[in-house]
C-alpha cells in the first residue's frame, strides 16, 4: 500500500467515521488503537475496499505516513491526549502534525500548541461536531492551533465536512485554543437548544395535556418554519418511537440527564470573562437539577403540585410557546456570540463570527436555517456588538415578545419550570435596560466594604466613596488590602 495521506489514533464510534468518510474521499488512511482486537474488527468488517490500514503500534502507524507526516487523535480529552502527544513526539520530525479531534479544554489546547511549537511540531485542536451520522457524512469542523499547520491539513479537513450554500463548513478558526473555544461555544448552545426544547415539549405535555404523539405533529410542523433544525426534527422522530406495549418510548426515559462536560465550561469561562451566559448556565444547572431525582422524589412529597384548572386557548398557547421557544434560542446564541467576542480580546483571537456560523450550518448538533440569518448579519455588519442589534433579530424579538412572556406566565402558573426561558427573557429586559438596580448594589458594596461607586453625574472612571457609617472617614477598599 501506497503511503498513508494521514494517521488516525483512536477507533471508537467518532473515529471509524472520520476514517471512512476519508477514505470515501479519496484520502489513504493508516489506523491505530490501543486495542488491537478493535483495530482487527474494523480492518475486517468495515473498511471493505477502501485504502485503509491497521497497525498495531504507533512507530509503524507513522512509519507509513507520507511527509509531513499527519497524525489525528480521537481519544479521550485530558491526559490520555497528553498521554498519546509524549508517546508521538520521539517518532516525528521537525513540521510534522499532530492533530486532537476530541473535546478538549480549549485551555489544554493552548498549552499543547505552545508546548509542541518548542519541540518543531505543528499541533491543531479541532472541534468536531455531528456526532456518529456526521462523522460519517460530513461533519462541522472548527481547526485552531498553529496557524502553520492549517495549509497541510486543509485539504482533508475540508474534504470531509459538510458542505452548506457550496462551501465547507470547515475553516481556520484562529490560533492556539480558538477552535476548541469556539466548539466549546457550540456545545453550550446545544445545551441551551436542548433544554429549551424540552421546556417547551413539557409545556405542551404537562401544562396543555397534550399526547405525544400530538407533540409530535406540532414539533414536525415547526420544522418547517423558523424553528426548522436538526434538533427540533430529531424532537419529532423521537415522539414517534413506542416501547414493546405500545406507549411512548420518552415516557419510560428515566428524566435524569447526563453531561460530559463541555457545557459547564462554557459557564465557567462566562464567569471568568464576565459574560452574561445566563440561559446556556441555567441550562446546565437544569441538568443538575434532573439527576437530583430521588431527592426530587422525596421533596415532591411534601409539595405536591396543587390541581388547577386553567382557562387557556391551546391552539394561542401553542403559538405562544413556538415564539417563546425562538426568541429564547436568539437570546442562547446573542450571548454565545457575546463570549466568543469577549474570548477574542481576551486572547487576541480574529474571529470570523459569520464564517463560524457557516460552519454550524451543516453537519453539527446545531445545524439549523436560523444560523444562515446569523451569517448574513455578520455580512452586512463585520463590528455587530451583539446579535440583538441586527436588524433581522431585532424585528424578531419585537414580533415574539408578547407571547414569549405569555408562554412564561403559562409556565408558572402551571408550575412547570422554565429556567432557560425563564432566564432569557430575564436577561433580555435586563440587556435593553437603561437603568437597572445595580446603583443600590453599588451603594450596598460601599456601604459595607468601602468598594466605591460611580456617579451618573460624573465621568465614567471617576469613583467615590461615602463615609455611610458617619465613622469610617474616606478610606475606600482601593487603598488597602485586606
Not at 490520555?80 to 508517546?87: G, K, L, S, T, Y
Not at 499543547?112 to 511549537?117: F, G, K, N, S
Not at 384548572?309 to 417563546?324: N, P, Y
Not at 451569517?375 to 456588538?385: F, G
Request: aromatic share 8%; proline share 3%; with cysteine.
Amino acid at each position: 500500500m501506497s503511503q498513508a495521506d494521514i494517521g488516525l489514533v483512536g477507533l471508537a464510534v467518532m473515529g471509524q467515521n472520520l476514517v471512512l468518510n476519508m477514505a470515501d474521499h479519496g484520502f489513504r488512511v493508516s489506523v491505530f488503537n490501543r486495542s488491537k482486537a478493535k483495530t482487527d474488527e474494523f480492518i475486517q468488517h468495515r473498511v471493505e475496499d477502501r485504502p485503509i490500514e491497521g497497525f498495531d503500534s504507533l512507530e509503524a502507524l507513522v512509519g507509513s505516513l507520507k511527509s509531513p507526516r499527519k497524525v489525528m487523535l480521537m481519544v479521550k480529552a485530558g491526559e490520555v491526549v497528553d498521554h498519546f502527544i509524549e508517546q508521538l513526539i520521539p517518532l516525528l520530525d521537525k513540521g510534522d502534525v499532530i492533530i486532537d479531534g476530541g473535546n478538549s479544554l480549549y485551555t489544554d489546547s493552548i498549552r499543547r500548541t505552545r508546548e509542541l511549537q518548542e519541540k518543531g511540531l505543528l499541533f491543531i485542536g479541532t472541534g468536531v461536531s455531528g456526532g456518529e451520522e456526521g462523522a460519517r457524512h460530513g461533519p462541522s469542523i472548527m481547526p485552531g492551533g498553529d496557524p502553520a499547520a492549517w495549509p497541510l491539513v486543509k485539504p482533508i479537513l475540508q474534504g470531509i465536512a459538510a458542505q452548506s450554500e457550496g462551501e465547507a463548513c470547515c475553516d481556520w478558526v484562529g490560533p492556539e485554543g480558538a477552535g476548541h473555544y469556539v466548539k466549546m461555544v457550540h456545545n453550550g448552545i446545544e445545551y441551551g437548544d436542548m433544554q429549551l426544547i424540552s421546556e417547551a415539549y413539557q409545556l405542551m405535555r404537562e401544562g396543555l395535556g397534550m399526547s405525544a404523539d400530538e407533540c409530535r405533529e406540532v414539533f414536525a410542523k415547526w420544522n418547517r418554519g423558523v424553528l426548522d433544525s436538526y434538533l427540533i426534527e430529531i424532537t419529532a422522530d423521537i415522539l414517534t418511537f413506542k416501547d414493546e406495549d405500545g406507549e411512548p418510548l420518552v415516557d419510560k426515559i428515566l428524566d435524569a440527564a447526563g453531561q460530559k462536560g463541555t457545557g459547564k465550561w462554557t459557564g465557567i469561562s462566562s464567569l471568568e470573562m464576565g459574560v452574561p451566559l445566563t440561559l446556556i448556565t441555567e441550562s446546565v444547572y437544569a441538568r443538575c437539577l434532573s439527576s437530583l431525582k430521588n431527592e426530587r422524589m422525596e421533596v415532591a412529597k411534601h409539595f405536591p403540585r396543587v390541581e388547577q384548572s386553567l382557562d387557556v386557548d391551546k391552539e394561542a398557547m401553542l403559538q405562544a410557546i413556538h415564539d417563546a421557544l425562538y426568541a429564547a434560542k436568539i437570546i442562547s446564541y446573542a450571548q454565545g456570540y457575546m463570549l466568543m467576542s469577549q474570548a477574542a480580546k481576551e486572547f487576541q483571537w480574529d474571529l470570523n463570527y459569520g464564517g463560524i456560523a457557516l460552519m454550524w450550518r451543516g453537519g453539527c448538533i446545531i445545524r439549523s436555517t436560523f444560523l444562515g440569518e446569523i451569517k448574513k448579519a455578520y455580512d452586512a455588519d463585520a463590528n455587530l456588538t451583539s446579535l440583538l442589534k441586527a436588524p433581522f433579530f431585532e424585528q424578531a424579538i419585537k414580533a415574539a415578545e408578547a407571547n414569549w412572556r405569555q408562554a412564561v406566565v403559562f409556565g408558572v402558573q402551571s408550575q412547570i419550570p422554565t429556567p432557560a426561558l425563564s432566564s432569557a427573557l430575564a436577561f433580555f429586559d435586563g440587556y435593553r435596560s437603561e437603568r437597572v438596580a445595580a446603583n443600590l448594589l453599588q451603594a450596598q458594596r460601599d456601604y459595607f466594604g468601602a468598594h466605591t461607586y460611580e456617579r451618573v453625574d460624573a465621568p465614567r472612571g471617576q469613583f467615590f466613596h461615602t463615609d455611610w457609617i458617619r465613622s469610617g472617614g474616606n478610606v475606600s477598599s482601593t487603598t488597602y488590602e485586606v
